[in-house]
């Protein structure tokens, strides 16, 4: 369930430099018991200030719902918006392809193909980062840059089990977010930048209170009309 939050306090938040129990919100809702474990203990593991959530429901006018299944927010970084694939996935070419592991998490039975993980990052981002500039008023930047902005925001992924070296060529040139394993907290540091002008405490607020009604826990939890 959701974890209350100490709204107490003026002015920006300063970044802790280890972990040690973010807040989080929902639970992992795909994938296997030990890979929601392993993710959840990951969130809890970030940085104090950290809030990160999963589960947040979006819709397009005409479209089908969806979802962000992780969004992290960094008061010293901005946004970060995941998306999640367990099981064995690798990259040949332009194509994903994921496949189930064994109790001794070895690949077996049937490689699907999958749907771009990174365009539905992306999907999750662009939707989201408009819901919650509507709902603040503050202004986010889907382009990794702050500049005139008040956060930046990124696209990634969370592969729990994948084939780090089959997709390393790929994270390389895409310079995302890509956490291996629960690698959570060392990747979003290593592929975003510091805000100029870190996130107030009220500005946290604002975006917590955005996308906490709209959680796959929530009573009465609806996909956000973007």
Do not use: C
Not at 168 to 186: E, H, I, M, R, Y
Not at 202 to 226: C, E, M, W, Y
């Amino acid at each position: 369930g959701l974890e209350p939050y100490d709204y107490t306090g003026q002015g920006a938040i300063t970044e802790p430099s280890g972990g040690g129990m973010a807040t989080t919100y929902g639970e992992p809702q795909d994938g296997r018991d030990e890979m929601r474990q392993l993710m959840l203990a990951a969130a809890r593991n970030a940085p104090a200030d950290w809030h990160v959530f999963f589960g947040v429901h979006w819709t397009q006018q005409g479209g089908p719902p969806s979802e962000a299944d992780v969004v992290v927010l960094a008061p010293q970084r901005g946004l970060v918006f995941l998306e999640a694939k367990g099981g064995h996935v690798t990259l040949v070419g332009n194509t994903w392809f994921q496949q189930n592991l064994d109790d001794h998490r070895q690949p077996h039975g049937e490689v699907r193909v999958l749907r771009d993980p990174f365009h539905q990052a992306q999907d999750s981002q662009g939707a989201l980062s408009r819901w919650i500039s509507h709902q603040t008023g503050l202004s986010i930047s889907t382009q990794h840059v702050s500049g005139t902005h008040d956060l930046a925001s990124w696209a990634g992924l969370w592969f729990p089990y994948a084939n780090r070296a089959n997709l390393q060529k790929w994270v390389v040139a895409t310079n995302a977010p890509v956490v291996f394993g629960d690698s959570l907290t060392a990747a979003v540091i290593a592929k975003t930048a510091s805000l100029p002008r870190p996130l107030t405490i009220a500005q946290v607020r604002k975006i917590v209170d955005a996308l906490v009604p709209n959680l796959t826990f929530a009573a009465g939890s609806h996909a956000l009309a973007v």
